[in-house]
Structures are given as C-alpha cells and as structure tokens.
C-alpha cells in the first residue's frame, strides 16, 4: 500500500517566526518526548505490513533546524537506511539557511519547502514575523526549493502569477510552486482563536478551492493529475510545475504522523493501517 506521506512532527514549539495563521498554535498539540530512538522501529514495522511513501517530511510544531545537529542527523540516517519513501522533504522557516552544517546533512537528497505570502521580503518578514532574509542569503542557493506560495485575499489572481514567475525567474534553484489556501483548524476544527480567524480575514481557505481552480483555467493551460490522493492541478512556467492540490479523501486519512513514537493522524488517534 503506498501511502501519501509520512511526517515526523517533532514537539518543540521553538520557532523565529511568528506566523499569524501558525498551525501549531491553532492545534494546540501536546508536547511530549519525541522519542527519536523509536522511529526505526516503527519504520521497520510499516514495512513489514508493506506499506511505503511518496513524501518523507521533517516538519514540526516549530523549526525542524533549532533540533540538534545529532537529532536531525540521527532522523536523516534512519529514514534514509529505511528505503520507504520516494522524496524526502524539509520544512524550513528559512532558518536552515543560516545552519551550515544541518543544511549539509539534507541539501543533497532532500527537498527544502519554504512558505511566503511576498516575494518582496520586507512585506514577508513583516507578515510572518522574522527579521533574517533567509532566500537572499548565500545559502538559499544551495539547496533545491519547493515554494509553498500562500494566497492572500488582497492579491488578484492575475497579481499571483505575475509574482509566483518572478520567483522562478529571480530564484533557478526553486523547483516547485505550490499554491496553498490555509486550514483554519485541522485537529478539532474549533476556529475560535485569533490564528483562525486571521486566515478568515486575509487568506483563501478551503472554502475558495473551486474559485482557485476556476481562476487558474482562465488565465493558463492546466492538466488534472493524479487522482489516487489528490487532484493535482498544475501548469507549466518555464519548465516548472506550479500546482494546486485538492484532497479527494478525508485530511489526514492518506498521511502518517510521526509523534512522540507512535503512528498517529491529525487528530492524535493511533492509525489503523489500510493494507
């Protein structure tokens, strides 16, 4: 069985961002022992039931690259070792740009994914709260990107594309364009917070896919891809995939979460695994 993705989420809630729409904050996830030394056990297990990944992703409750040196090269060791996954992928505020030696252990085989919401980075820092222009540092150059590109509700359309192919064009080593809408709350969908509500008033969400799609057909040529976990709309720019991804099945229901050592989905309840 060939899951979607399986994600290491790790419990540290230590981030130089402060993003107004944070999802860890909007989850409110407990903080536990992550229990680093499990993983390959589990890892081995999920391979004895035949299961494996399209997406390995280190993410976290906060930046992945404030773990220690020994901790992410103790996770990239083993999920390399496990042979599970089709691509690895890194979720980064930016800061492993300024983490030398952590970027080294990943900027070979790893995809590092990045979220703005401006190409300029001043209105970016401001927005997301940091103060380190980590994509004009010299680092940014050396890893390959996956841009995930969040749309506000004060930007047209038309204004995204002309953004979006200034990124390609400004930056060759980004590879990807992924355009993202925000979940207001995934784990128990109480939108009473200020994250939520900030996503309500100045971001698409869910709720403006079939408006996303219908935007996208009128301003370029797209093609439907890949229908086992997801609608992949994409179109090309210069040799380069830009997409829009709509889950078919339940959120979470094609992902493997990594937490505190055990298997579990978006709402912390152990996976029962579909063979």
Not at 120 to 140: H, Q, R, T, V
Request: aromatic share 14%.
């Amino acid at each position: 069985m060939k899951y979607k993705e399986f994600e290491l989420i790790l419990s540290s809630f230590r981030c130089n961002k402060n993003c107004p729409y944070c999802t860890a904050k909007i989850t409110k996830w407990p903080v536990v022992d992550d229990k680093i030394h499990c993983l390959e056990t589990q890892l081995d297990y999920l391979k004895s039931q035949g299961i494996s990944f399209r997406y390995f992703i280190f993410c976290g409750n906060g930046e992945p690259s404030l773990h220690s040196y020994e901790t992410i090269q103790t996770v990239v060791n083993t999920i390399k070792k496990a042979g599970l996954f089709d691509e690895f992928r890194f979720q980064s505020s930016g800061n492993i740009f300024f983490e030398k030696d952590k970027l080294d252990l990943i900027k070979k085989d790893f995809i590092v994914e990045i979220t703005r919401v401006d190409f300029d980075s001043k209105k970016d820092m401001e927005i997301l709260g940091y103060d380190k222009d980590y994509i004009n540092s010299p680092l940014f150059k050396e890893a390959n990107i996956r841009l995930n590109y969040v749309m506000l509700k004060h930007k047209s359309f038309e204004e995204y594309l002309v953004e979006i192919k200034k990124y390609l064009d400004t930056y060759p080593n980004i590879k990807t364009v992924s355009l993202k809408t925000l979940n207001l709350n995934t784990h128990n969908n109480d939108i009473n917070n200020p994250y939520s509500q900030w996503i309500l008033n100045n971001a698409l969400t869910k709720d403006d896919t079939d408006m996303v799609i219908q935007k996208m057909a009128q301003n370029a040529d797209f093609s439907v891809k890949d229908e086992v976990f997801f609608d992949r709309y994409e179109w090309i720019y210069a040799d380069k995939p830009i997409t829009f991804y709509t889950k078919k099945l339940d959120y979470g229901y094609s992902n493997i979460v990594y937490y505190g050592g055990e298997l579990v989905d978006y709402h912390l309840n152990k996976i029962q695994l579909k063979k």
